[in-house]
């Protein structure tokens, strides 16, 4: 997914004289090109996120558009306080694209890891938060985010699912039945495999801020199962709160709160939290068996 995006931003400053891109190192070799032509709104802080989260609120403030990229602990974890006060606070816009996700770089340790980038942002007003499922929904999404000013957070990963749902901003049904069972960008692949023979209702989201809460009260019975690349339970309140009045049980599959201390590849660290096909097939199966 790096390559799309490090395209369709390199095309956007290439085409639109507002798109500004910040960089803190990362991915700094493949936007060479665009740092040449464009030095005067292309820029490369050095590894130094706090400041890059500072330089793109200032040129939100001038009328620009900035995209600021690293690794998602490096640009939310580590850049948290410059993203809720030099964007967040000075109500300044910005578009942030991450890589790693939860677990991607797992040879290179928990420092690349960052499974509560979704929850930190969470806890700030007005973001729109995006974890594309396909490559082919990448550009859309940064070629829309260029159209506005507000505060969007795209989180690129290396899991894909096996075709684009470029439609992804509502949900997007793909097998009708029983239960809802929800999946969020690279989860409907493994959801899919996972609930092959199950009488489930599977639906797709690559937008789960602002997640679909209409979509989810049309859609969820009487249980309700919610599969994401990051933290588990991160959408609970508000998958609960748009059930509200409504009796219903609620599963939240994602990454566990306990540690993985392995190094490995994004599979082992998937098979660990239970987020590949067999681990999926265990959870639902337990859940439902036990409704």
Known sequence: MRETFVATTTALLDEDPRTALVLADISADVFR????????????????????????????LTGMRPYLHSY???????????????????????????IGGSYDAAAAGY?????????????????????????????????????????????????????????????????RGGPLVLAVGPMLDPVLAATRDLDVTVAYTNTPR??????????????????EPYLAGTSAR????????????????????AEVRDYGTWQDHARAHGLDEAGLRRSLEKFLGDA
Do not use: C
């Open 238 to 257: 508000l998958v609960s709160e748009a059930l509200s009045g409504l009796p219903h049980r609620a599963l939240h599959l994602g990454v566990a709160r």
């Open 33 to 60: 090109p665009a740092l040449r032509r464009h030095p005067d709104r292309a820029l490369n802080v050095g590894i130094r996120e706090q400041l890059m989260v500072g330089v793109g609120g200032g040129l939100a």
């Open 210 to 227: 602002p997640l679909d809460t209409e979509g989810v009260r049309l859609l969820a019975e009487a249980e309700v199962i919610v599969v």
């Open 72 to 98: 998602a602990p490096f640009l939310i974890d580590r850049a948290y306080e410059q993203i809720k006060l030099d964007l967040g606070h000075q109500d300044a816009g910005a578009v942030l694209v991450s």
């Open 111 to 175: 420092t690349h890891q960052s499974p509560g980038d979704v929850a930190l942002l969470d806890t700030l007003d007005g973001w729109t938060v995006q974890v594309p499922g396909h490559r082919d929904e990448v550009p859309a999404m940064l070629r829309e985010a260029a159209r506005h000013d507000d505060r969007v957070y795209i989180r690129l990963g290396a899991q894909e699912n096996t075709r684009a749902y470029p439609d992804g901003a509502k949900l997007r049904v793909l097998k």
